[in-house]
């Protein structure tokens, strides 16, 4: 049997490969150069993650120019370490090198009671004797005799593999988890907001263990089905997301996009540089011709809606929240410097007031295609005031009648238009009877007002709906 050890070197000569997907895993492409001869041999590769799925992994050569198959398939991940060697030698002596004020270094022997080494990452203090006294923790510096046949520095993949003669690159591909990313944009809104702007980032972090240089990066967006392991995945994360747009002078693009099945693929135009525990920003896009759009909402059945049965109870009659939102919204369209699919992720909105920015509310938003738009809520209006009431109800057993009253008022310096909208949730079949103003009907159990209030103006309001069922 021959054994072929492929080091580091091996990994620096090609460039590898990730595919980061926004559920806390990646797909790993790395090439292995192989020396093969005739027969069984071992290859032992040590540049993978400490957080590799063994049962994910393939190891194949694409381009048919190897001969081999694989006979077993090993992963180990218990690289050495300083209480592993000590769980090693355990009931055994070692010297130790002590340091102590006002006296030169010296050395000594102890015996290993307790190494406190836990299998799973978890540490007890060392237990020592030393000229028979019990010691907890390490008297000093350790030296171990030998790393022994058995040990690893890296974590290891290795195959047994039954080959013909020849040489070339094998590809590894495997997923692991500890890789993230997401995008955030930052939008910066002006008082003309014909010419606000939008930028923002990609944001990718390395927590696999290993580091990946010069690596080809993609990131795939969308929700991808996998199946969870109950109880036994100790690696579970969280996430979120980057920005968007094109200025009016020629840049570099930093990532392009494609459509990949039902997904999107995000390509980053650089080679990535991605140490362990490391975070790293890359700009996903900009614009600085955006139109930007906002709406003030009075919806005070917002939690409420029609549940597929009558409902006939009157409830409250007034008290109902007087909040009026704020959402902001925009197309993702080419004429406003987008038209590319946007990944989900947190929008921040920012004032561009007196050539300060000032931080304004912050949101989610979904993945967006192209030509949809986009709109979030960034908090609730200071001088803007809406108030419900139900002036009158009449049930009867087959019907309920009920007369609204909605005020609106502007309490600001400003022209606002505040748009009313009201859930009408006792019944599917539903008829307005009367009404103060004319209404839109956005879906089946909802209807909207449209209130343009000069500065410190009050609208009433006021429509009868009937529910028959």
Same mark, same amino acid.
């Given at each position: 049997m021959k054994f072929t050890l492929l080091l580091l070197i091996g990994l620096a000569q090609a460039q590898p490969s990730l595919t980061i997907y926004n559920q806390n895993f990646a797909v790993v492409r790395q090439q292995v150069p192989l020396e093969l001869e005739a027969g069984e041999t071992t290859v032992s590769f040590d540049g993978v993650t400490s957080m590799l799925e063994p049962d994910s992994v393939v190891f194949r050569d694409p381009s048919g120019a190897l001969d081999f198959q694989i006979l077993e398939q090993n992963y180990r991940n218990d690289p050495v370490s300083q209480s592993l060697l000590l769980h090693h030698f355990e009931g055994k002596e070692i010297p130790f090198l002590i340091n102590e004020p006002n #006296?030169?270094?010296?050395?000594?022997?102890? /015996?290993?009671?307790?190494? *406190?080494? !836990?299998?799973?990452?978890?540490?007890? #203090?060392?237990?020592?004797?030393? =000229?028979?006294?019990?010691?907890? *923790?390490?008297?000093?510096?350790?030296?171990?005799?030998?790393?022994?046949?058995?040990s690893i520095l890296r974590p290891t993949l290795s195959w047994t593999l039954n080959s013909a003669a020849g040489s070339g690159n094998a590809e590894l591909s495997y997923l692991s988890k500890?890789?993230?990313?997401?995008?955030?944009?930052?939008?910066?809104? #002006?008082?003309?907001? /014909?010419?606000?702007?939008? =930028?923002?980032?990609?944001?990718?972090?390395?927590?696999?263990?290993?580091?990946?240089? =010069? $690596? /080809? !990066?993609?990131?795939? $967006? *969308?929700?991808?089905?996998?199946?969870? =392991?109950?109880?036994?995945?100790?690696?579970? $994360?969280?996430?979120?997301?980057?920005? !968007?747009?094109? $200025?009016?002078m020629v840049r570099e693009e930093t990532v392009t996009q494609k459509e990949l099945d039902s997904y999107h693929l995000y390509s980053v135009a650089r080679p990535v540089t991605l140490r362990d525990k490391e975070t790293k920003q890359v700009q996903f896009v900009e614009s600085a011709k955006l139109k930007a759009t906002k709406e003030f909402v009075y919806e005070p059945l917002r939690n409420q809606r029609f549940w597929g049965r009558p409902n006939a109870n009157q409830g409250q009659i007034d008290g109902f929240p007087k909040d009026v939102s704020i959402y902001w919204n925009f197309a993702n369209t080419e004429e406003n410097g987008l038209g590319i699919p946007l990944p989900a992720g947190k929008i921040r909105l920012y004032r561009d007031e007196d050539k300060k920015l000032e931080f304004l509310g912050e949101n989610t938003i979904d993945h967006t295609p192209q030509k949809e738009d986009v709109e979030f809520y960034t908090g609730n209006a200071f001088d803007l005031v809406g108030e419900r009431k139900i002036l009158s109800f009449k049930k009867s057993e087959k019907s309920v009648t009920e007369k609204i009253e909605i005020k609106l008022r502007n309490r600001s310096k400003k022209q606002a238009t505040i748009y009313a909208h009201e859930n009408l949730i006792r019944w599917s079949a539903w008829n307005v009877l009367a009404k103060s103003e004319e209404f839109q009907k956005l879906d089946a159990h909802t209807i909207r007002f449209t209130a343009d209030l000069a500065p410190d103006e009050e609208r009433v309001i006021t429509y009868t709906v009937k529910y028959n069922w």
């Open positions: #006296t030169e270094p010296y050395e000594e022997f102890g /015996e290993i009671i307790r190494s *406190g080494y !836990v299998r799973g990452g978890g540490q007890q #203090t060392p237990i020592i004797k030393i =000229n028979d006294q019990i010691r907890f *923790g390490l008297p000093g510096q350790p030296f171990f005799p030998s790393l022994g046949d058995d500890g890789f993230q990313w997401k995008s955030d944009y930052n939008l910066v809104i #002006t008082e003309d907001t /014909e010419q606000s702007s939008i =930028n923002g980032w990609i944001t990718l972090t390395n927590n696999s263990g290993t580091k990946f240089e =010069n $690596a /080809e !990066v993609q990131l795939l $967006a *969308g929700d991808v089905n996998r199946v969870r =392991n109950h109880g036994m995945d100790p690696f579970a $994360a969280e996430m979120d997301m980057a920005s !968007v747009g094109r $200025a009016k």
